[in-house]
């Protein structure tokens, strides 16, 4: 078995060591497995200096130019698959096979942004004989982004793709908790060719780089991906300094299933995606709102699907659910059931941590849960789901755009006219319809109301890492 990297900052196109680090930790038996540097105002200001430079060779890079070196950066990371998994395994907990399929995630990301890299299309504007008037899109300058703990190598990639396809420079603070990925991507864009500053890797403590860098004149855009509460003091931040921001926040999806789907493989679905990643995705689906005509058979093949979850080590052969992050996920999962139990509502699977060695949670299903209980109004980030009866489509959707996160939103239904009032009523950036996947690298991805702003991937999301420049060209004075 391969040693945990050695992690290091990646500034200017070289690796730095620092004087203070802080422990990474093995979810899954927290033993420390490696020490994360924490980076110094010397070395931001490095970072700053070098990002300043590096897009100043960046964005005179034919499109062509960038478009190889992401594609290039792609490849070292799919030849490279084994190995990052093994490390994503070791710092997050979750199992190997779905480390696999977020290498590939990421590598997609970057496939997708060097097209897009060569579609920024301008316009002409029609006008009278004698003038043009002409739109440009621009790199908009060096970004500040802020990358979780939740998907290591596949958040921060999305950011860093757009970001270089535009022909931006980036300084990206990667999550302190599961390091090792992002500076996979370093190593691999480092061996692709990058120039010298364009990408720059720091970790460190995250509010204190947060606010060192969002003031400084050379960041032009802040982009981050994490938890409401802290993306509303960034955007303040943001906004004192007059800098745009691209908010990826929280959620905390409903899945609506109809009176005409089929409830055992909507709840056999259901409960397969609920545990992956040991629930600690954004889009996770958790609030079931479930036809009280097919309530029971739903209720049922989830939790008896939920039941056979092989949890464990995530270097296990069969495993299907790691440990969750960290001891806080632990406690705010315990906390949120025993809040629901006591209001009311009907524990029917999970709810205890088993042994107390690892941050292991089971798959655990509240049913009939009040409304004034946290979970009907909390992200659980966590495998807690609810399943709670409804008379009606018409409520199930007031019930689902009772919250005020508007990420991801699912639904199960064979009826056009279902479909219709769905995608009309139901508030939510991304809804999809008999599918739990909320996001592809060709898709738009983001939020409304507190669970963010801007897009990510799509033909919108390089956008956001540009400016609109118009050019008025009259032929003659």
Same mark, same amino acid.
């Given at each position: 078995m391969s040693n945990y990297p050695d992690l290091q900052l990646y500034i200017g196109g070289a690796w730095r060591k620092t004087a203070e680090t802080l422990p990474v930790i093995n979810p899954a038996d927290e033993s420390v497995i490696g020490a994360v540097?924490?980076?110094s105002t010397?070395?931001?200001?490095a970072a700053l200096e070098a990002a300043e430079r590096g897009f100043a060779v960046w964005r005179k890079t034919s499109p062509a130019r960038r478009a190889e070196i992401l594609r290039k950066t792609a490849s070292l990371l799919r030849e490279r698959i084994d190995e990052i998994a093994l490390d994503i395994t070791r710092e997050h907990g979750k199992p190997f096979q779905q480390a696999r399929l977020e290498v590939i995630r990421g590598a997609e990301f970057f496939e997708w942004d060097a097209g897009e890299a060569q579609r920024t299309y301008g316009r002409v504007i029609p006008s009278e004989p004698g003038i043009r008037y002409v739109?440009?899109?621009?790199?908009?300058g060096t970004v500040a982004a802020f990358s979780p703990w939740n998907f290591p190598l596949s958040q921060p990639a999305r950011k860093i793709a757009g970001a270089l396809a535009a022909g931006c420079s980036i300084i990206i603070k990667a999550s302190e908790e599961t390091p090792a990925g992002c500076l996979h991507i370093a190593r691999a864009f480092h061996d692709a060719g990058l120039p010298a500053g364009v990408l720059n890797l720091v970790f460190g403590v995250p509010a204190q780089i947060s606010e060192y860098l969002i003031p400084h004149e050379q960041v032009r855009l802040i982009a981050f991906t994490g938890s409401t509460t802290v993306g509303k003091r960034l955007t303040g931040l943001a906004a004192q300094y007059v800098k745009p921001a691209l908010m990826e926040l929280g959620g905390h999806a409903p899945v609506i299933v109809c009176d005409d789907a089929d409830p055992v493989k909507?709840?056999?679905? %259901?409960?397969? +995606?609920?545990?992956r990643n040991a629930g600690q995705v954004c889009? %996770?689906?958790? +609030?079931?709102?479930?036809?009280?005509?097919i309530y029971k058979p739903f209720t049922d093949a989830f939790v008896e699907r939920a039941r056979a979850v092989k949890a464990g080590n995530g270097l296990d052969e069969g495993t299907e659910m790691g440990p969750v992050a960290n001891h806080r996920r632990v406690e705010a999962l315990e906390a949120l059931v025993a809040d629901a139990v006591s209001k009311g509502a009907k524990l029917l699977i999970g709810g205890e941590r088993p042994g107390n060695r690892g941050y292991f949670y089971p798959p655990t299903v509240l049913a009939d849960v009040p409304a004034n209980a946290r979970v009907m109004r909390e992200e659980p980030f966590g495998p807690l789901a609810v399943?709670?009866?409804?008379?009606?489509?018409?409520d199930a959707i007031e019930k689902a755009n009772g919250v005020p996160f508007g990420l991801a939103a699912y639904a199960f239904t064979n009826s056009a006219a279902n479909v219709d009032q769905i995608t009309d009523d139901l508030e939510a950036g991304n809804v999809s319809i008999n599918t739990l996947e909320a996001s592809v690298a060709e898709t738009p991805f983001g939020g409304i109301k507190e669970s963010g702003f801007g897009r990510e991937g799509g033909a919108e999301g390089i956008m956001h890492y540009m400016v609109v420049k118009t050019v008025s060209h009259r032929m003659a004075i």
């Open positions: 540097p924490v980076a010397n070395d931001l200001d739109v440009h899109h621009q790199p908009i909507a709840g056999i679905a %259901s409960a397969i +995606r609920k545990v889009t %996770s689906p958790t +609030r079931f709102f479930v036809h009280e005509k399943i709670n009866p409804v008379p009606s489509l018409q």
